[in-house]
């Protein structure tokens, strides 16, 4: 990727890709208001004007980010397209753990950032979370999770596993900051099973 | 309460206390941030100067607020003493969608308030959420519902159990701001069924 003098030759585009990159990356262990044009500017090496070439103003730099790293989120949890159900969402959990406890102070800050008042960023999490719900139906008709448990694609069971998803939310969320001795494994199971375990009670 | 001037003579505590349920009255239609203290001045009709004597500044105004509704709604949703646990449940839940109906604005702007970086808000709120989660367990060993499904209290079925108060919350915060067809009394039956689900995949 380097040419021999050190610099990174390479176009504007993959360029901003990569600072992106950067961008989420530090978010690992900072949160997004911590994460300054200043900073990553020189995390990357490069002059704060170049990045604002990049980027427009903190608001758009900071949008672009949460944006790339809610991207990140919906493909490394995109579900196996073999296997049965349940496995299917086990590994997609298994993931998403992964992702949290790699990306905590970020990821706390993605769902912060939608819970403010910020317009920009509530979009992007209410869409990636709309994505991730979505999938639970999506393979619905095809031997999906929702087949399963015998359960229609009704407001009620969407109401119930968007529930799910904030429960998951906040338990690997919970977790991954003290897990009080519950292994892994067993959290994966419990969140597993609460899926079919909150739609018990649908009409 | 009112003198025959329509001047209301009461004790400094009293006259704060009023204040205070004035201001997370006007809270229902309109959120933290858009609630100063020029428009409780108004709408109680005293003098900005004399709200500044009872609350200091705008944050500590906000905290009593934000502390007054977090009592509110652990006093509202008080579990009752008779009666079978899962209708106990019921109970609660029943008056908790009522408070969030009631309460739409100012509840949201408590979660997200939470949710933001404003660290007093945030212990509020997780107090709050402490102890409407510890209820559930508090009525263990006599009949309680953990008792009902013979589950014990351990790290594993606390982390559940906040992950199924993430549920309701979730859940009926989606259902007031639109039920989509969803029956009021279904919604309740979804939300206390969904507490033994739960917990069903506990180790």
């Known amino acids: 990727m380097s040419s021999p003098s050190g610099r990174v030759r390479m176009s504007p585009d993959s360029r ?14 900072r ?11 020189e995390e990357a090496g490069i002059s704060r ?3 604002y070439h990049y980027f427009g103003n903190k ?24 296997g049965e ?39 992007i999490y209410e869409e990636a979370r709309a994505v991730l719900t979505d999938r639970i139906f999506d393979v619905a008709g095809q031997d999906g999770v929702l087949d399963v ?13 968007r529930g799910w998803s904030a429960l998951a939310e906040d338990v690997v969320i919970s977790w991954v900051r003290d897990d009080r001795g519950v ?3 067993d959290l994966l199971t419990m969140l597993a ?11």
Request: no cysteine; glycine share 6%.
């Open 183 to 185: 292994s892994r494994a």
């Open 31 to 41: 949160s997004l208001d911590e994460l300054s044009i200043e900073t990553l500017a």
């Open 59 to 82: 608001q758009d730099f900071h949008r672009a980010v949460v944006r790339k790293a809610a991207d990140d989120l919906i493909r490394v949890t995109a579900p196996v397209q073999e």
């Open 85 to 123: 159900p349940i496995d299917r969402l086990a590994r997609s959990l298994d993931a998403y753990v992964d992702y949290v406890s790699t990306n905590y102070a970020g990821y706390v800050s993605l769902v912060r950032g939608a819970a403010s008042g910020n317009e920009d960023l509530q979009r």
């Open 16 to 29: 901003r890709e990569q600072l992106l990159e950067l961008g989420v990356r530090l978010l690992s262990s």
């Open 149 to 161: 448990f015998h359960l229609q694609d009704t407001p009620a069971v969407r109401l119930m596993v």
């Open 49 to 51: 004007g170049l990045l």
């Open 193 to 203: 099973a609460a899926l079919p375990g909150v739609l018990s009670g649908s009409p």
